[in-house]
């Protein structure tokens, strides 16, 4: 065994406007999903913060509708 590390590749975090352009709707659809309980967000202080797999995810499970 040699001294390899293993590095894991980590996701950067995304804000409400990334994720608004990622899905191309706008911060206003984002919010309302938010609020509908329609997209996986995470609150950081008074800022939205998105992981772009976990919104992939929900879009190809059908979860999020307009």
Do not use: C, H, Q
């Given at each position: 065994?040699?001294?390899?590390?293993?590095i894991?590749?980590?996701?950067?975090?995304?804000?409400?406007?990334?994720?608004?352009?990622?899905?191309?709707?706008?911060?206003?659809?984002?919010?309302?999903?938010?609020?509908?309980?329609?997209?996986?967000?995470?609150?950081?202080?008074?800022?939205y913060?998105?992981?772009?797999?976990?919104?992939?995810?929900?879009?190809?499970?059908?979860?999020?509708?307009?």
């Amino acid at each position: 065994m040699g001294n390899e590390e293993n590095i894991e590749a980590v996701e950067k975090w995304v804000n409400l406007e990334d994720v608004a352009t990622y899905l191309s709707v706008s911060k206003d659809t984002i919010r309302a999903w938010i609020k509908a309980g329609k997209i996986p967000y995470y609150k950081a202080g008074k800022m939205y913060k998105f992981k772009l797999s976990e919104v992939d995810d929900y879009v190809r499970n059908g979860k999020i509708t307009e």
